[in-house]
């Protein structure tokens, strides 16, 4: 397990903090990365969704009723089964953010993201 060292600074408003939270100071890192890293998650998703817009006539004409993914701005993969995608993305990508939507007649703009801390989905 790797070690991080916080300055001096930041771990003294940390630990008073934590002490009015009633709270540790890892607690509080923990919390605080789990944020940082969703934030992360949520613009990659962005960009994703973004390179899938500007692809949406491209993809309709080729794709119209199958599942893309999208990764690092890119179309890396697509499927008619939803399931065998997200299986094989997971696999080649792991845990990294990857868009994956379906093609449709009609462009739909609503996004679901599975949160990797809780399992939930959020519109």
Sequence with gaps: MDTVKLKPDLHERLAQDAVQEARTVDDLVNEAVEHYLLERQRAKIERETAAFEALYPQLREQFLGEWVAFHNQK?????????????????????????????????????????????????
């Design 75 to 123: 179309l890396v993969d697509h499927d008619t089964d939803r399931s065998a995608l997200y299986q094989r993305v997971r696999k080649a990508y792991g845990k990294i953010s990857v868009l994956i939507r379906q093609v449709t007649e009609q462009y739909n703009d609503e996004i679901w993201i599975r949160t990797p801390s809780t399992g939930k989905v959020e519109p």
